[in-house]
């Protein structure tokens, strides 16, 4: 049984960072994509950044130069640094993992297991 569960969420001042940590059990697929999303009320569910097994990333436009996705195999945890953070961050962050597949993406349809969330809010 997959599981994924996040943490290291918080409430701070912008400009400040912020490291959220993803620690999965029983996923072992040698081909994968892990990623972090985030909702904020009333708003669609966004990708923020992605990684696949060949250590590709990919980042949404709006997070690109500020958060750093990362993951640590020997600690089954992924891994979301956040820098610069803005009051538009403020959102509940999402671990999720794709069923094996590893196309790097930030459609939230490729991917079959999520965790409970996080949440960040970013005061002005």
């Known amino acids: 049984q997959v599981q994924l569960v996040e943490s290291g969420g918080g409430s701070v001042q912008a400009g400040v960072s912020l490291r959220l940590s993803c620690v999965f059990s029983g996923y072992t697929f040698s081909r994968y994509c892990l990623a972090w999303f985030r909702q904020a009320p009333g708003k669609d569910r966004e990708g923020v950044a992605a990684?696949?097994?060949?250590?590709?990333?990919t980042y949404a436009d709006s997070v690109k130069g500020r958060f750093t996705i990362s993951l640590d195999n020997a600690k089954n945890t992924l891994y979301l640094q956040m820098n610069s953070l803005e009051p538009e961050d403020t959102a509940m962050y999402y671990c999720?993992?794709?069923?094996?597949?590893?196309?790097?993406?930030?459609?939230?349809?490729?991917?079959?297991?999520w965790g409970q969330g996080t949440q960040v809010t970013v005061s002005s």
């Open positions: 999720a993992a794709d069923p094996g597949v590893g196309l790097l993406g930030l459609q939230s349809y490729f991917f079959g297991y």
């Open positions: 990684i696949n097994a060949d250590g590709s990333t």
